[in-house]
T-cell receptor
Framework: DAGVIQSPRHEVTEMGQEVTLRCKPI?????LFWYRQTMMRGLELLIY????????DSGMPEDRFSAKMPNASFSTLKIQPSEPRDSAVYFC???????????FGPGTRLTVL | EDKVVQSPLSLVVHEGDTVTLNCSYE??????LLWYKQEKKAPTFLFML????IEKKSGRLSSILDKKELFSILNITATQTGDSAIYLC????????????????FGQGTILTVHP
């Protein structure tokens, strides 16, 4: 079975550019989570969805960040405009509502110059 | 607000040593506690504990939960260099209204380094 799929794996961009990160959750999972990880702040939950509906976006740092889940098999996290402090590893994870176990994708390492 | 605290924050040992990692938590309507291992990539699931006093074991790793004292420990015996990683503890809450159901609150992690 395929795990959580994320793309791209690495992204280098310049300040001010738009960045779009993509995620395909495990088939059948109804929860999808976006996290950001840095050395300073650890693993932070940005937003999560249940059945494609955003449930809690209180972790989204500011209006430059937005996330969508148009269907059960696809989600995007967009940063516009990007800033150097957005540099981090962004993980997508999914789970099934019957359990708390989340399965993480390989992550996208974002570098904003 | 839910809180998960791990200790120590970092630990350096030699191969063959036994280590104990700690995780304490404060969470409303506790449902589960999970341990993850993170090497130079994504966190991978190790254990999920929901009941006090029942040890979960996988090879040299074991974990137990104390719901009265609100903590869990992860033991690794006969450590190997491949055990070097960040170990993350997370808690999930049961439904009690609001928007926290389904999400995990993670601790800051313990960085374990095992030298040959």
């Amino acid at each position: 079975d395929a795990g959580v799929i994320q793309s791209p794996r690495h992204e280098v961009t310049e300040m001010g550019q738009e960045v779009t990160l993509r995620c395909k959750p495990i088939s059948g999972h109804d929860y999808l989570f976006w996290y950001r990880q840095t050395m300073m702040r650890g693993l932070e939950l940005l937003i999560y969805f249940n059945n494609n509906v955003p449930i809690d976006d209180s972790g989204m740092p500011e209006d430059r960040f937005s996330a969508k889940m148009p269907n059960a098999s696809f989600s995007t996290l967009k940063i516009q405009p990007s800033e150097p402090r957005d540099s981090a590893v962004y993980f997508c994870a999914s789970s099934y509502s019957g359990t708390d176990t989340q399965y993480f994708g390989p992550g996208t390492r974002l570098t904003v110059l | 607000e839910d809180k998960v605290v791990q200790s120590p924050l970092s630990l350096v040992v030699h191969e063959g040593d036994t280590v104990t990692l700690n995780c304490s938590y404060e969470v409303t309507n506790f449902r589960s506690l999970l341990w993850y291992k993170q090497e130079k990539k994504a966190p991978t699931f190790l254990f999920m504990l929901t009941s006090s006093g029942i040890e979960k074991k996988s090879g040299r790793l074991s974990s137990i939960l104390d719901k009265k004292e609100l903590f869990s420990i992860l033991n690794i015996t006969a450590t190997q260099t491949g055990d070097s990683a960040i170990y993350l503890c997370a808690v999930g809450r049961g439904y009690a209204g609001g928007t926290s159901y389904g999400k995990l609150t993670f601790g800051q992690g313990t960085i374990l380094t095992v030298h040959p």
